[in-house]
């Protein structure tokens, strides 16, 4: 612990109290040493200490830059990517709602969803995280990172909230209609084939299907460089509860058979 003793300054406002650092355990650690960078939301927040061998693991140490703070979640990974001369740390904190037990970060399992993260943090900026992300995905093989590429040009938002009257037997009470708008950056046209709602808790929200209403629970097809209103209806107030929304999308003319599910926050 570092305490403040007034007589003594032992820890003085100049330098201010070290925090200690973090640990990430990662499988391969590669091109990681003393003073490579680290990134989390896609921003750089630290530095590697020290990279050594634990086991059949690599441990990873680094500390945060003054002004920076992370809270890592139950669902928090770590994985390393090229850099020039070297390798970066990217720092996924994770969105759970428990916090990471006292335990090293873990390696990120590979899986669509990263990939799709790590597509979008590529398109944000040309930056040196850009870069090195852009490296790693041009090392996939095509088979690989055609879906993933198409299910990054993706983005949905919430637009607004709207009552919606109520219908017998299905809907008794009435209910709340989310629109949401969707948008296809790419080149190709999706087809969204499912969608499921989670509220803050990862819980999930159950669609209300009221007969004649075209929503989200039917599969909907995006053209390429186009923007669509969809809707969903949810019974009494669930929709203000919504926070979050999977969907899975498949795409008929560039990647024949090929699908990725991807979540956004809302």
């Known amino acids: 612990m570092c305490r403040v003793i007034p007589q003594l300054l032992m820890c003085s406002l100049a330098l ?8 990430v355990a990662l499988d391969s650690a590669g091109g990681l040493a ?7 939301a896609g921003v750089a927040v630290g530095e590697v ?51 990471l037990s006292p335990r090293a970060v873990p390696g990120c399992e590979p899986g669509e969803q990263r990939l799709v993260t790590l597509r979008q943090l590529a398109n944000a900026g040309g930056d040196a995280l850009s870069q090195s992300i852009q490296r790693f995905l041009g090392g996939l093989s ?22 919606v ?15 949401l708008s969707v948008e296809n950056r790419g ?13 803050a808790r ?9 007969p004649e209403e075209a929503d989200l629970f039917m599969s909907i097809s995006i053209p390429a460089h186009t923007r669509r209103e969809v809707s969903a209806i949810f019974a009494g107030t669930k929709a203000n509860q919504v926070s979050a929304v999977e969907m899975k999308a498949s795409f008929p003319d560039s990647a024949p058979g090929g699908a990725c599910s991807v979540r956004w926050p809302l």
């Open 16 to 23: 201010g109290c070290a925090k200690p650092p973090i640990h």
């Open 187 to 199: 080149e190709s046209p999706v087809s969204l084939d499912t969608a499921t709602f989670l509220d």
């Open 34 to 40: 003393k003073g490579s960078r680290v990134y989390a």
């Open 49 to 99: 200490e020290s990279v050594r061998v634990d086991g059949v693991q690599a441990d990873v140490a680094f500390t945060l830059r003054p002004g920076h703070t992370l809270s890592l979640r139950a669902d928090a990974c770590a994985m390393s990517l090229p850099d020039e001369g070297g390798s970066l740390l990217l720092l996924f904190p994770g969105k759970d709602l428990e916090r």
């Open 142 to 163: 095509p088979r690989d990172a055609g879906p993933l590429e198409a299910c990054g040009s993706l983005s949905v938002s919430r637009l607004r909230v709207e009552q």
């Open 165 to 179: 009257s109520a219908v017998p037997l299905l809907l008794p009470s009435g209910g709340k209609r989310l629109w």
């Open 202 to 210: 990862g819980t999930i929200a159950a669609q209300a299907h009221v």
